[in-house]
């Protein structure tokens, strides 16, 4: 697999006191944003290597990884980014509807601080432009973390990221990326423009709606991309 230069550049993230969690964070980014494929088997040597981290914290970073349902460990091959099933993309979107409008509902009074959603939604708009629609999925995950970071809560925020990640792993499996992420290109500015107003009722009607029918497209577009065992 190619590629690792680019993920060696992490390593300075690590610092002097690297961790095994430290080290799931960075791969949970990388899988979000698309640098691990669905079906990746992860390389020790490889990873390691880059990271400049020992196999055992690397063992115990995939045990992590694991347990959040990013990855798979399959005896004797070794371990795989996971490809979900039509039902986790149902769950994922349930969660994100009970997470993400009982953060808006529960903002305090305006005016809110959206700077970073307005960021995400710039940058999402700038990769349309350019017809990278790849940087389109990844400035929406971007759009949905600033979202939930407004409820200033760093459980909320780090449950979210396993869900975003998770979400995109759903993301990778669909043929039609555009017709996927180009139509809430215009949701997103619909929220922050209400958030911007401090619309906070109608920012979260605006939110449901785009979640519910998110939740159709997506589940829609990833059962006809993998083929489902029977029962």
């Known amino acids: 697999m190619d590629g690792f230069g680019e993920l060696a550049d992490d390593r300075a993230l690590l610092g002097r006191t690297s961790t095994a ?21 992860l390389s020790e040597e490889s990873i390691g290597g ?9 063992r115990e970073a995939f045990r992590l990884l694991t347990h959040e349902r990013l990855l798979v460990h399959r005896l004797n091959r070794g371990v795989f980014v996971r490809v979900l099933a039509v039902e986790d993309v149902a769950d994922i979107y349930r969660t994100r509807r009970l997470v993400e409008c ?6 305090a009074e305006p005016p809110f601080p959206v700077d970073g959603l307005a960021a995400a939604v710039a940058e999402g708009e700038r990769a349309a432009r350019a017809e990278d629609w790849k940087g389109v999925s990844t400035a929406n995950i971007h759009f949905h973390r600033e979202l939930v970071a407004l409820a200033g809560s760093a459980r909320t925020d780090e449950l979210m990221r396993g869900v ?29 423009d209400a958030l911007r107003s401090g619309d906070r009722d109608r920012a979260e009607q605006l ?25």
């Open 207 to 231: 939110l449901t709606r785009y979640l519910d029918d998110s939740r159709t497209r997506v589940a829609d577009a990833y059962a006809k991309a993998v083929d489902e065992p029977e029962g």
């Open 102 to 107: 009982a953060v808006v509902r529960g903002l």
């Open 50 to 58: 880059a990271l400049g981290v020992s196999r055992n914290t690397l």
């Open 21 to 41: 969690e430290r080290v799931a964070d960075i791969l949970r980014t990388r899988i979000a944003e698309g640098f691990f494929p669905p079906g990746t088997r």
């Open 164 to 192: 975003l990640a998770e979400l995109r792993l759903a993301f990778h499996m669909v043929d039609d990326p555009r017709g996927l992420h180009e139509p809430y290109l215009i949701r997103n500015r619909e929220i922050l």
